[in-house]
């Protein structure tokens, strides 16, 4: 709680990464499904000699989509092959599960007069409909960074945190993000904005101590009590 509660002093923006910290947007519809779908996809298009075999097999669609992007920059299916993605995430939107405490975590930074942010490597556009459908919108537009056209800029690069430090305003030192990858943490550390981890299980804990983050929490809930204690005391 006190490392909490220090860099929440020393922070006025917080960046929030989207599937994970903010909903589970593959809850109902398994990303490793949908990252299987982007691979046969290729396979139609005779094009999985681009991705390594471990890529092929990650469960992770971002890391498909990356793979090719890093092969082949620029190609006309690498744009359909981000549609594709697209049109799975909006998809899953439709069963998306809040995180816990996300909510109303987002609602009390708002009400404190912290700056708030969508940093992530989901299309912006989901991200809107998810947030809108939650009643949060107001608490983001217009900062809400998804990856663009320029597929290599995907978190790990920082390029999305640069964008909401640019949008918003914020210096990097007065900034903090909340994120549940080893991308997520090595965007913001190259950023020079500081970290929060979240780690809903000992894997993704692990994997997160493995990149040298050293603020992590299991769940929203040390977040959202750091800061309704440090709004209490004002």
């Excluded at 109902?28 to 390594?52: E, S």
């Excluded at 996300?102 to 009390?108: H, M, N, P, V, Y």
């Excluded at 920082?158 to 430090?165: G, I, K, N, T, V």
């Excluded at 603020?215 to 204690?229: E, F, Y």
Aim: charged letters at 25%; glycine letters at 10%; hydrophobic letters at 40%.
């Amino acid at each position: 709680m006190a490392d909490l509660r220090e860099l929440f002093d020393a922070t006025t923006c917080v960046l929030f990464d989207f599937d994970g910290p903010v909903c589970r947007l593959f809850a109902g519809y398994p990303a490793d499904g949908v990252a299987a779908g982007l691979v046969d996809w290729l396979r139609r298009k005779g094009r999985a000699d681009l991705l390594a075999e471990d890529d092929a097999r990650s469960g992770d669609p971002h890391a498909v989509l990356r793979a090719v992007a890093l092969a082949a920059p620029g190609s006309d299916f690498l744009a359909e092959l981000e549609d594709q993605l697209t049109g799975h995430e909006r998809r899953a939107t439709e069963t998306a599960e809040p995180t816990p405490d996300a909510d109303e975590l987002i609602r009390t930074l708002r009400a404190g007069g912290y700056g708030l942010a969508i940093t992530t490597n989901n299309s912006a556009s989901i991200v809107e409909r998810y947030l809108t459908a939650r009643g949060l919108l107001d608490c983001f537009a217009p900062h809400i960074h998804g990856r663009t056209q320029d597929l290599l800029r995907l978190k790990p690069d920082p390029d999305c945190l640069l964008r909401a430090l640019d949008s918003t305003g914020v210096a990097a030192g007065r900034a903090l993000m909340i994120g549940d990858t080893p991308a997520d943490c090595i965007a913001a550390r190259k950023a020079g904005v500081a970290f929060v981890g979240y780690a809903r299980n000992e894997r993704k804990r692990n994997l997160l101590l493995g990149v040298g983050a050293t603020v992590i929490v299991p769940s929203m809930g040390p977040v959202l009590a750091a800061v309704s204690s440090r709004r209490g005391e004002q």
